[in-house]
């Protein structure tokens, strides 16, 4: 089996994590800035972090044999603070053009207010000046739905954004039909306790087939399991799919998406 981790916050997971994703078969792991469990207070918090990503994780996964991505944005959690993360957004430009860098991300909405919908837009703005891909993290529970339809709004409205060139993440069954509608990719995310179960992930999969679609495991700090993705591709072989398309939905389907960045290279077999 071979599959891509496409979204994983590995700064949070251990060296014996890499080591098992690199036996279970992952060919790459991408990693969206995302929240540190705390709000941090400085732009120079976030200069520390976005050096992290691009040049301490990238080395500590090599050792692994693994390529190590990521993108880089101030997550939805931070953004009430608007100066902040003005101030963050500003130093970006500094990393985008870093050789793993594949776009802007994750941004979007926690809980749908005013100030994190302008730092959204400041991100939106970002990324089409800097032609980079953008990968969007949608509200929890009872906000999704309202936060992913906002979310598309505001990139339907910026005629620079193409839709095939943004995944949006964290979909279930409410709101995977709208982003697909759309024409976006659509991120299905593999935890225990909460977003999609395997089995319910692969329920999707048989609803709404298997273009513009990934699964990725988010493994952070939390509750989460960095093997969330060939744990689901067992559960789609135990109904009967065949190997050409488990292969499609966790491993091609990824790279097709990620592959829109000319950096993006995975290891030649």
Request: glycine share 6%; proline share 6%.
């Amino acid at each position: 089996m071979r599959y891509i981790e496409p979204h994983g916050h590995m700064v949070s997971r251990t060296t014996d994590d890499y080591q098992d994703m690199v036996t279970a078969g992952c060919a790459a792991v991408c990693e969206p800035a995302f929240w540190a469990g705390f709000d941090r207070s400085s732009v120079d918090g976030f200069h520390d972090y976005f050096c992290q990503l691009t040049d301490y994780e990238p080395k500590r996964a090599a050792k692994f044999g693994l390529p190590h991505y990521s993108w880089l944005c101030i997550n939805p959690k931070e953004s009430e603070d608007v100066k902040l993360a003005q101030e963050v957004i500003g130093i970006i430009p500094q990393f985008i053009d870093r050789p793993n860098v594949l776009g802007i991300g994750e941004i979007g909405l926690n809980k749908n207010s005013r100030n994190e919908m302008k730092v959204l837009e400041l991100h939106v703005d970002l990324a089409a000046r800097t032609n980079s891909l953008i990968l969007v993290h949608t509200p929890h529970l009872e906000d999704k739905l309202k936060g992913t339809r906002l979310i598309l709004d505001v990139l339907r409205s910026d005629k620079r954004i193409q839709p095939e060139r943004c995944i949006i993440d964290h979909v279930e069954e409410h709101t995977i039909g709208l982003v697909l509608d759309a024409g976006f990719w659509a991120g299905m995310t593999l935890y225990p306790e909460s977003k999609c179960s395997p089995s319910r992930a692969v329920d999707m999969l048989d609803c709404f087939g298997h273009e513009r679609i990934w699964m990725n495991s988010a493994c952070d700090w939390g509750v989460s399991i960095p093997l969330a993705v060939p744990r689901t591709a067992l559960e789609m072989r135990r109904r009967a799919w065949n190997a050409d398309l488990v292969d499609k939905v966790i491993f091609r389907n990824p790279a097709q998406f990620m592959s829109q960045c000319p950096k993006f290279k995975l290891p030649q077999t």
